[in-house]
């Protein structure tokens, strides 16, 4: 069995490294941070098996305009970092204009559809506490705005999503904690959600010390070759020998990954929470009010207004305007929230130009495993990326087929 080397302890860096563990590897997790607290800490939470829609879809181009001018639109380019985005802009753009958009949504629904089965097998007793298949709400303010998210919803029947169509009536019903805004919406009763990223990612790392595996506080740099191998990954905390490397380093992994010579589109799409005092009406499911593009997430310590997404680089600091938004937004649509934050985080999405992660071996250094670019799905995708690479490591027949996550697409 051999040694292996994770990289980034986030919800793909432990899902990796516990069902690597499983088939009896001896493992060692690096991160400067502990384990959850990068993007995975504060994402929506929502784990959706029918999230199959990609972020480029065929409308991108109409709506690139208003990115740039206008700072309350749910995606906003800083212009000052644009020359360093457009190659990847260019990319995306040409991901939602390709005839590739079908082949996208069912390499998403592949890697979603067993997200809570394999979390279970992750989490044993935990799961109770903190997977929930809630169902979840897409909500439409307008018989319009609706009719205009065809797209979506002939992706998800195509895929077998199950769906139901609601009235005012019945989301009220389903929903008292909503106000009156809503003409239509559509519900995901497979869909649901986690109410605490943190503790899921957190409770897997437990689990895996328990169990023999290591974790090191330090950052990896580089990476030591032999004769076109990786056999020891250079970290601030000294050289660290081992047999095999996983890269789940989240948006840091593109740095990483170049070191071994490979060029990755990889971009940070920033995004924020803030946690809202519970209603006294809570939600009982993640509500998604399309027209914000905000997630509203019932947790274990508050209402979580999750969502927006900017690309300004790794550097720049948080929009203190933004994020205080979301809780104004909210109270829009949950008349019985204040809309006053408790808490305010940001964090990087590691997003590709199509949507998909990278998952599989590295071309050039075949005892390097690539697992990163999830987007705005990583906590849906984590658990199936886990068990995917260590069927890969293990050279067994693959739980889902590979091939959309390769690297060489790009
Ligand atoms: C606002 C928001 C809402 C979201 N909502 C959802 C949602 O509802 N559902 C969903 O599925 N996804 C959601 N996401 C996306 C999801 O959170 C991410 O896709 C996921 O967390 C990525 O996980 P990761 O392990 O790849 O990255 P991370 O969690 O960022 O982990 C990477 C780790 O690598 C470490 N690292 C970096 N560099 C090094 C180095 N050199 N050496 C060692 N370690 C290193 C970092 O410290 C970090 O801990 C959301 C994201 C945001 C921002």
Redesign the pocket.
């Known amino acids: 069995m051999a040694n292996i080397a994770i990289?980034?302890?986030?919800?793909?860096?432990?899902s990796c490294a516990a069902f690597l563990q499983r088939d009896g590897h001896s493992v060692t997790i690096?991160?400067?941070?502990l384990?959850?607290?990068?993007?995975?800490?504060?994402?929506?939470?929502?784990?959706?098996p029918g999230?199959v829609v990609p972020l480029s879809t065929p409308g991108i181009v109409r709506q690139a305009a208003s990115w740039i001018t206008d700072p309350d639109s749910p995606l906003w380019i800083d212009w000052r970092y644009l020359p360093r985005a457009l190659p990847w802009l260019a990319k995306f753009i040409a991901a939602g204009a390709s005839p590739r958009i079908n082949g996208i949504a069912q390499a998403l629904r592949l890697l979603h559809i067993d997200s809570f089965t394999h979390y279970r097998t992750l989490l044993g007793v935990d799961a109770r506490s903190l997977l929930h298949v809630s169902g979840q709400l897409y909500l439409y303010e307008s018989d319009a705005a609706f009719a205009k998210d065809t797209l979506g919803r002939e992706l998800r029947s195509a895929l077998g999503v199950r769906s139901e169509i609601l009235s005012p009536d019945a989301i009220r019903q389903l929903e008292p904690s909503l106000g009156p805004r809503f003409a239509k919406a559509i519900y995901l009763p497979d869909s649901g959600?986690c109410s605490n990223?943190h503790r899921l990612?957190a409770t897997i790392a437990e689990d895996i010390a328990r169990n023999g595996g290591h974790f090191i506080r330090?950052?990896?740099?580089d990476f030591e070759l032999d004769a076109e191998q990786v056999c020891a990954v250079i970290?601030d905390a000294g050289r660290m020998p081992c047999d095999m490397v996983v890269i789940?380093?989240?948006?840091?992994?593109q740095?990483?990954a170049g070191r071994l010579g490979l060029r990755i589109p990889l971009e940070s799409?920033?995004?924020?929470?803030v946690m809202l005092p519970m209603p006294e009406t809570a939600p009982k499911r993640?509500l998604y009010p399309l027209a914000a593009k905000i997630?509203m997430?019932p947790m274990e310590h508050g209402l979580r207004i999750?969502?927006?997404a900017e690309i300004a680089g790794l550097d720049a600091p948080m929009n203190e305007r933004r994020a205080a938004t979301l809780g104004t937004i909210a109270k829009r649509y949950i008349p019985g929230t204040t809309g006053e934050p408790i808490s305010v985080w940001?964090?990087?999405?590691?997003t590709t130009p199509d949507s998909l992660p990278i998952i599989g071996p590295s071309p050039r250094h075949r005892n390097v495993m690539l697992?990163?670019?999830?987007?705005?799905?990583?906590?849906?995708?984590?658990s199936t990326t886990g068990l995917l690479v260590s069927d890969l490591v293990a050279g067994r027949k693959p739980t889902i087929d590979p091939y959309p996550y390769r690297e060489g697409r790009f």
Request: net charge positive.
């Open positions: 990289i980034g302890a986030g919800v793909i860096g432990v690096y991160d400067p941070l384990p959850g607290e990068g993007c995975s800490f504060g994402n929506a939470g929502s784990i959706g999230s959600h990223p990612v330090a950052s990896a740099k970290t789940a380093a989240g948006v840091w992994s740095r990483l799409l920033r995004g924020y929470h993640p997630m997430t999750a969502g927006t940001m964090g990087h999405r590691p697992a990163f670019g999830h987007g705005q799905t990583g906590l849906i995708g984590g």
